[in-house]
């Protein structure tokens, strides 16, 4: 007997109304959840594909991989395990890693331009640039610093680090969606589960 794979029914993107009748599909849901179960207990799920274009989710979410891969490949150093093997939350950078990191991109600059581009990166002020500096620096929906954005790929890296302006409309779109979702059912005492396994 031939067994055959399926996969759950992907949800297919029309428009953007179409995306804004999912929404509301789901806060009918969600008050549906509030409404028959006990309290605390009551939860609900949406489709992250249902709520934006999937190719751009798809599209959204290599970028924030190739991003976040780079620093990893930033901290991973000669006589250390494979950065990708060590707790993330701990590897940071220096700024003279930023400027090593630079120059090896294409981008001739001082130490003190570095040094400049590192502060902007340490968005916490603690003096030190982590994974979550690095990756709310290079958000795409966001203007990097100019010379960031003249960074040339190398061995096989994709930097990608902003969207068009199409793009970023879809994301602000679909952002306001989830927002909208999230505080409907945190108004309701509504836990979400979020269905992204394709994106």
Same mark, same amino acid.
């Given at each position: 007997?031939?067994?055959?794979?399926?996969?759950?029914?992907?949800?297919?993107?029309?428009?953007?109304?179409? %995306?804004?009748?999912?929404?509301?599909?789901?806060?009918? %849901?969600?008050?549906?959840?509030?409404?028959?179960?006990?309290?605390?207990?009551?939860?609900?799920?949406?489709?992250?594909?249902?709520?934006?274009?999937?190719?751009?989710?798809?599209?959204?979410?290599?970028?924030?991989?190739?991003?976040?891969?780079?620093?990893?490949?930033?901290?991973?150093?000669?006589?250390?395990?494979?950065?990708?093997?060590?707790?993330?939350?701990?590897?940071?950078?220096?700024?003279?890693?930023?400027?090593?990191?630079?120059?090896?991109?294409?981008?001739? %600059?001082?130490?003190?331009?570095?040094?400049?581009?590192?502060?902007?990166?340490?968005?916490?002020?603690?003096?030190?640039?982590?994974?979550?500096?690095?990756?709310?620096?290079?958000?795409?929906?966001?203007?990097?610093?100019?010379?960031?954005?003249?960074?040339?790929?190398?061995?096989?890296?994709?930097?990608?680090?902003?969207?068009?302006?199409?793009?970023?409309?879809?994301?602000?779109?679909?952002?306001?969606?989830?927002?909208?979702?999230?505080?409907?059912?945190?108004?309701?005492?509504?836990?979400?589960?979020?269905?992204?396994?394709?994106?």
């Amino acid at each position: 007997m031939e067994l055959r794979k399926t996969s759950a029914r992907p949800h297919f993107y029309t428009n953007e109304d179409e %995306c804004d009748k999912n929404v509301q599909n789901f806060l009918s %849901c969600i008050k549906m959840a509030a409404d028959t179960s006990e309290a605390n207990s009551a939860f609900a799920a949406i489709k992250v594909t249902a709520l934006g274009k999937p190719e751009f989710l798809l599209q959204f979410a290599e970028v924030l991989t190739n991003v976040r891969k780079s620093f990893l490949k930033l901290c991973a150093k000669p006589d250390t395990v494979d950065a990708s093997a060590l707790d993330h939350t701990k590897l940071v950078i220096t700024s003279n890693d930023l400027h090593g990191w630079l120059v090896t991109h294409g981008i001739d %600059c001082s130490l003190v331009t570095a040094e400049q581009i590192y502060n902007e990166m340490d968005s916490d002020k603690n003096n030190h640039v982590d994974i979550l500096d690095w990756v709310e620096y290079f958000r795409p929906d966001r203007d990097a610093n100019d010379i960031i954005k003249r960074l040339k790929a190398k061995n096989g890296e994709t930097f990608y680090f902003n969207l068009s302006p199409a793009s970023k409309g879809l994301l602000q779109n679909m952002t306001a969606r989830a927002h909208h979702l999230a505080k409907y059912a945190s108004d309701l005492g509504v836990r979400i589960m979020v269905d992204a396994e394709q994106t």
